[in-house]
């Protein structure tokens, strides 16, 4: 998840003066989200996304500021 673009990041903002200060000066700006990874069951993939998407809806994205993406990949049984 990441913070939609019309949120202030200070965080994002301390780590572009850190890479600055450490010499990468063509670091134009940086975002800081989070990551957060899910092992389930599903039937079938289409079931598993609709499930995640749920998920980040109803508990794991404040809607409010931040966005979401995710992806489905398939744990060898």
Request: proline residues 4%.
């Amino acid at each position: 998840m990441t913070l939609k673009p019309v949120v202030n990041d200070p965080q994002g903002l301390a780590v572009t003066q850190g890479l600055h200060a450490l010499g990468y000066p063509e670091v134009l700006g940086t975002r800081v989200g989070k990551h957060i990874q899910l092992t389930l069951t599903a039937r079938d993939r289409q079931g598993a996304e609709s499930r995640v998407e749920e998920m980040c809806r109803r508990l794991l994205c404040n809607g409010v500021i931040e966005d979401f993406h995710f992806q489905v990949a398939e744990v060898g049984a």
